[in-house]
């Protein structure tokens, strides 16, 4: 086997399940990181001391911080949301009503006119903004909340609307969450500021999803509406960082100019998007030798297989 057919096989095999990964999160979106909390772990493991503050700027579904706090990978957690409608529900799991939205969300009957009744309703409160938020991501079709997404029609098996409506599924996942939510802190507001304000702490670290890449916008492919950023002022202020980090994009020229310009070390994932295409995502950092290693034990492994089959 050539050594371009030996990666793709091993590329293949392990793009990571997100069945096998525990689901955390309320919400349901595209560019949901999922997919990585098996490198997250490798990334602490290789850590020489546990950190003491993972901050992840660009929370929107949060699994990231939510996986950091559930399996103590970090002592504390800083999840950091711009857009209104996402940050309204970590608002309210985090600092405010978590009971009556898993309550709301337990109760709430899924016909499409009390959905239609929900959705037309304005002057919220923060915790019914959060319930609409919970309910637009759960009926809109890729779970987008950005203006212009529509409803789903058919859905799974033709259950419409209903078909991503798990009402006890999430509720679990609320109560859950404040169980822990003492070792999480939520800010509403811009994820650079956040960065800058902890740049000087090495025992802290970053995990950076931006919310589109530097070779274009994606509109429709996004969670929510808030998505002008910077790119070269984000990778300019990482160079400021004392801690370590980890920036996930999508695999694009322009952004591995970007990391290239900036002294950055990048690693492309195998992974598969919503609609189950593989695929290749570009995790960037200052050093991302622990993550080369974790592959070299695979290759080393595959080599070992004949011989281990024939004793």
Not at 2 to 10: D, K, M, R
Not at 194 to 222: C, L, N, Q, W
Not at 229 to 249: I, R
Request: aromatic share 8%; proline share 4%.
């Amino acid at each position: 086997m050539s050594e371009f057919n030996l990666f793709t096989e091993l590329d293949r095999a392990s793009i990571i399940n997100v069945a096998t990964v525990p689901q955390r999160s309320p919400f349901r979106y595209p560019g949901g990181k999922t997919w990585f909390v098996p490198h997250l772990r490798q990334w602490f493991a290789s850590m020489a001391t546990c950190p003491r503050l993972l901050i992840e700027p660009f929370a929107g579904g949060g699994i990231v911080s939510l996986t950091t706090a559930f399996e103590q990978l970090a002592s504390q957690v800083i999840m950091v949301e711009r857009d209104n409608q996402v940050a309204a529900v970590w608002q309210t799991i985090m600092h405010g009503n978590a009971e009556w939205l898993a309550n709301r969300i337990a109760e709430f009957e899924m016909t499409p006119t009390a959905v239609q009744k929900e959705l037309c309703r304005e002057n919220l409160t923060g915790h019914e903004l959060a319930f609409q938020t919970i309910l637009r991501n759960r009926i809109n079709h890729g779970g987008i909340l950005a203006p212009g997404s529509g409803i789903v029609k058919h859905g799974e098996n033709g259950k419409g609307i209903k078909s991503r409506w798990y009402p006890q599924t999430l509720r679990n996942r609320i109560t859950d969450i404040m169980a822990i939510r003492k070792s999480i802190q939520f800010i509403h507001g811009d994820g650079i500021d956040v960065i800058r304000d902890h740049a000087s702490e090495s025992d802290t670290v970053f995990f950076i999803d931006p919310p589109y890449t530097a070779a274009g916008k994606k509109a429709g492919k996004r969670l929510y509406a808030c998505n002008d950023l910077n790119h070269d002022e984000l990778f300019s202020l990482l160079e400021t960082v004392q801690g370590d980090f980890l920036v996930t994009y999508d695999n694009t020229e322009g952004v591995k100019q970007l990391a290239v310009r900036h002294n950055l070390d990048m690693e492309a994932i195998a992974m598969k998007n919503t609609h189950h295409t593989e695929m290749t995502e570009l995790v960037i950092g200052r050093n991302l030798d622990w993550m080369r290693r974790g592959r070299q034990l695979v290759v080393d492994f595959h080599h070992q297989l004949p011989s281990m089959q024939s004793d």
